[in-house]
């Protein structure tokens, strides 16, 4: 009795850890050729909380705030604004359901006089976020090649 018990709790157990999808996704072949970005990557709740790891990380770092006009946007714009703004438009570029309402990348970023080092140190620090979430390879370089089309718009220092 106890035992079917438990074989019935594990297999409850199972099935929502199934359907609700805790941390990212891994996605095996199959999926991948099926389901959106933003489906494997598990949907809201796992990008959001990448998202606001992410800028959490960005915006104490110490090399992108030697540009004193990062340094100083970083001073006036709430963590909170970036991550609402972040999240939804990685949500809807993914796939999913949201709508970016935010400026253009080269409107939001214009003033700031970001350099190619800049860049390459977000990548850096992007890498080690979604590493440290267990974000797998394909989702990963797939995450890259959407940031890396924003590129020309962002970065226009020399
Ligand atoms: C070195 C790279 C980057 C740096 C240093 C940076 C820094 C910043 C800063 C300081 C702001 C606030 C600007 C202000 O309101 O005065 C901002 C806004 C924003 N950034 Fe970035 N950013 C970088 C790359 C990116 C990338 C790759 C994306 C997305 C693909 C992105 C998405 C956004 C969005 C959505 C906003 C808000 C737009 C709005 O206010 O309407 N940023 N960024």
Redesign the pocket.
């Known amino acids: 009795m106890l035992s079917q018990r438990l074989k019935f709790l594990s297999m409850a157990l199972f099935f929502i850890m199934l359907v609700s999808g805790t941390g990212f996704a891994y996605a095996d072949s199959h999926e991948r050729d099926t389901k959106s970005l933003y489906s494997r990557l598990g949907g809201l709740q796992p990008i959001s909380v990448v998202v606001s790891d992410f800028i959490d990380v960005?915006?104490v770092d110490d090399t992108?705030n030697a540009?004193p006009?990062?340094d100083?946007?970083?001073k006036?714009?709430p963590s909170a604004?970036?991550k609402y703004?972040?999240t939804?438009?990685?949500c809807q570029?993914t796939g999913g359901p949201c709508k970016?309402?935010?400026?253009?990348?080269k409107?939001?970023?214009s003033?700031?006089n970001?350099t190619e080092k800049?860049?390459q140190?977000?990548?850096v620090l992007?890498k080690s976020v979604l590493d440290k979430h267990g974000v797998a390879e394909t989702e990963q370089q797939e995450l890259m090649t959407?940031?890396g089309?924003?590129?020309a718009e962002?970065?226009t220092a020399p």
């Open positions: 960005i915006v992108l540009n006009a990062i100083a946007a970083r006036v714009v604004y970036l703004h972040v939804a438009m990685v570029v970016y309402h935010g400026r253009t990348m409107d939001a970023h003033h700031l970001i800049d860049w140190q977000m990548v992007f959407i940031v089309s924003t590129k962002i970065v």
